[in-house]
Nanobody
Framework: QVQLVESGGGLVQPGGSLKLSCAASGSIFSINAMGWYRQAPGKQRDVVAAITSGGRTNYADSVKGRFTISRDNAKNTVYLQMNSLKPEDTDVYYC???????????????WGQGTQVTVSS
C-alpha cells in the first residue's frame, strides 16, 4: 500500500510565500514523475508543476517564475516552493506520484489528500 502525505498549506497574504511538501511511503519500488495539481470547487484539477525522476521540470504558464518544484529521491518527497503568491492561487493543492510497487510492474498514479492554500489579505 502506498500513501502520499502532504503538508505546508495555509493562509498567506498576497506577495507571500509557502512551501508544500509531499512524502510518499509504503510498498514503493520506484517513483517516476511527481507533481502538484490544484483544484477549485466545481472545477477540474489542473497541473501546476511536475518533475521527472531525473529532475526535469515543467510548469503551468500561470506559475512560471514564481513557483519551484523539487524532489528528494532519498526521502521519496516532492516540494513546491511558492513565492509572490496571488489571490488567484487560492485552491486545494494535490500531490501526485507515478509509483511502481515492484520490479517489472508499470507505475500507477497515487494522490495525496489535498492541502488548502488561501491567499488573502
Amino acid at each position: 500500500q502506498v500513501q502520499l502525505v502532504e503538508s505546508g498549506g495555509g493562509l498567506v497574504q498576497p506577495g507571500g510565500s509557502l512551501k508544500l511538501s509531499c512524502a510518499a511511503s509504503g510498498s514503493i519500488f520506484s517513483i517516476n514523475a511527481m507533481g502538484w495539481y490544484r483544484q477549485a470547487p466545481g472545477k477540474q484539477r489542473d497541473v501546476v508543476a511536475a518533475i521527472t525522476s531525473g529532475g526535469r521540470t515543467n510548469y503551468a504558464d500561470s506559475v512560471k517564475g514564481r513557483f519551484t518544484i523539487s524532489r528528494d529521491n532519498a526521502k521519496n518527497t516532492v516540494y513546491l516552493q511558492m513565492n509572490s503568491l496571488k489571490p488567484e492561487d487560492t485552491d486545494v493543492y494535490y500531490c501526485n506520484a507515478v509509483i511502481s510497487t515492484r520490479w517489472g510492474m508499470r507505475g500507477y498514479d497515487y494522490w495525496g489528500q489535498g492541502t488548502q492554500v488561501t491567499v488573502s489579505s
